[in-house]
C-alpha cells in the first residue's frame, strides 16, 4: 500500500482545495475539525489564506525558459523544490501510517521533512524510512533532560536540524475542537459513533491497527500511566513550560551545536534575538492561526524581518501556503524557504501516502510552471523585482 502509485481519485484532484475537499469526505467530523481548524474567530486563519491576494506578479517574457530549476539548499541541506513538509503532531490522526507515510514521501521527493517530540512514530522509526533530509522540532519542555536526550537521539539518528517551537506556551482557543468535545482518544458518544459510521475507511483504518501512541514521550512517563493514551497526551500538555526563556533556548543552541531554528517568530525584535543567540535560522509564523488569533500574517511582517536579519540567519516562513504563487511571493519577500503543514495534511487524510505524493507534486508543479510564466529558470531568480504590492483598492 505504502508504494501505490498515484491513481484514481488522486488523479483528479488538482489543487490543495480539492485535496482538502477529500480529506474532508474521508475524515470524521472531529477529527477534519482539528486538522482544519483555527484560534477564536479564526481570524487569522482566513487572513493566512487571503493575504497573498495584496502581492502581483511580475510576468517577464521573451526568456529563454526551456529548462527551470526548483531546486535549492535550506539550512545546509539539498531539496527538490523550497518548501519543507512541516513537523506536525499526531499524523495518525488523519491515516494509520502517519509520520512514516510523510517521510517516505517526502524522501522520494527530495524535499525536507520534519518530525516532532508529539509525533504518533519514534524519532528513529521516522529516520528508517528513507536517507531524505529531516530535522526535528521539540517544545519547551519543564523537564530540560527530555530535550537533552533528543539532542542525542536525533545526532545519532541522523537529523540535519532541530527547530524549537516558542508559540505554544499554552494551547491556542481552538473552538471546533470544543464544539466536538475532542476527547483523546474519542469517547464514545452517539455523536463520536456517528461521524464514525459516515466514514468507514477511516474508521476500519483506526480499529484494524495498532493503538495511539506518542513514543517520543513515553519514555517519561510513569509506568503506570505509559500504556494510557489520554493520560501520556494530558501528560504532554502539562509539560509545556510557561517559564522557559531566552536563557533557555540559547542552552539548546549550543548543545545541538548544529543547524538550530526558532520558530513561532513574528516580531523584528524576537528574530534579533534568535540571531543574538546562534540560531541559523528563524521561521516567521502564525501557526497557522491556531494559537494567537489576529496575530500577524506571514506577508504582513515578513519584509523587515529579512531586512533586520536575513544577513546573519536563515529566514523561513509558514502559514496559509497553500499554492506555488504563494511560495514565490514569500520567496519574493526574502524567505527562503516555505514550510507547508495542513496541505500536507490534507494529502495524508484523503490518500495516505500517496495522497502526500500528490501533494508534493502539485505544489512542485504549480511553483514549476508558475516560474516559467515569469520568466524565471531558477530559485535564486525570485528576487522583490518579482513582485509589487497591489493597490488596496483593488484587492477583493
Known amino acids: 500500500m505504502s508504494n501505490a502509485a498515484v491513481s484514481g481519485p488522486l488523479n483528479r484532484v488538482f489543487s490543495i482545495d480539492d485535496m482538502r475537499e477529500r480529506a474532508r469526505r474521508r475524515l470524521p467530523g472531529f477529527i477534519f475539525d482539528y486538522l482544519d481548524g483555527g484560534a477564536d474567530d479564526e481570524y487569522t486563519r482566513a487572513q493566512n489564506a487571503q493575504s497573498f491576494a495584496a502581492l502581483s506578479l511580475i510576468q517577464r517574457v521573451l526568456v529563454d525558459v526551456a529548462q527551470v530549476d526548483t531546486g535549492t539548499t535550506l539550512l545546509g541541506m539539498p531539496t527538490s523544490a523550497p518548501f519543507i513538509l512541516s513537523s506536525t503532531g499526531a499524523s495518525r490522526f488523519y491515516h494509520s501510517e502517519g509520520e512514516l507515510a510523510a517521510a517516505r514521501a517526502a524522501a522520494q521527493a527530495g524535499v525536507i521533512y520534519g518530525t516532532t517530540s508529539s509525533a504518533m512514530f519514534s524519532l528513529e522509526e521516522v529516520a528508517g524510512v528513507g536517507e531524505g533530509p529531516r530535522f526535528f522540532q521539540v517544545y519547551v519542555f519543564k523537564d530540560r533532560s527530555i530535550t537533552g536526550e533528543y539532542v542525542q537521539r536525533c545526532r545519532e539518528a541522523g537529523y540535519g536540524a532541530m527547530f524549537l517551537t516558542v508559540d505554544c506556551a499554552t494551547a491556542g482557543n481552538r473552538e471546533r475542537d470544543l464544539r466536538n ?63 522557559y526563556t531566552w536563557d533557555d533556548a540559547a542552552a539548546l543552541c549550543e548543545a545541538w551545536g548544529g543547524q538550530f531554528v526558532i520558530k513561532g517568530i513574528t516580531s523584528v525584535a524576537d528574530a534579533r534575538l534568535a540571531a543574538e543567540i546562534g540560531a541559523t535560522g528563524i521561521v516567521v509564523s502564525n501557526h497557522g492561526g491556531r494559537q494567537l488569533d489576529h496575530a500577524p ?23 496559509g501556503y497553500r499554492r506555488g504563487t504563494d511560495i514565490i511571493k514569500a520567496l519574493a519577500l526574502g524567505a527562503k524557504g516555505v514550510l507547508i503543514g495542513k496541505a500536507y495534511l490534507y494529502g495524508l487524510g484523503a490518500g495516505g501516502e500517496a495522497g502526500v505524493r500528490r501533494v508534493i507534486e502539485i505544489l512542485t508543479g504549480e ?13 535564486d531568480e525570485i528576487t522583490s523585482d518579482s513582485v509589487r504590492w497591489r493597490d488596496p483598492r483593488f484587492v477583493r
Do not use: C, H
Open 181 to 243: 468535545r475532542l476527547s483523546i482518544p474519542p469517547k464514545a458518544t452517539p455523536g463520536i459513533i456517528w461521524q464514525l459510521l459516515k466514514r468507514p475507511a477511516w474508521t476500519l483504518d483506526y480499529l484494524t491497527n495498532p493503538g495511539w501512541r506518542f513514543p517520543n514521550v513515553e519514555g517519561y512517563v510513569d509506568d503506570s500511566t505509559r500504556d494510557d493514551f489520554g493520560s501520556v497526551a494530558e501528560w504532554f500538555a502539562e509539560q509545556l513550560d510557561k517559564s
Open 297 to 319: 500574517v506571514t506577508l504582513e511582517v515578513l519584509p523587515e524581518i529579512v531586512d533586520a536579519v536575513g544577513d546573519r540567519l536563515e529566514v523561513l516562513a509558514d502559514s
Open 367 to 379: 511553483l514549476k510552471r508558475n516560474m516559467t510564466l515569469m520568466g524565471l529558470t531558477d530559485i
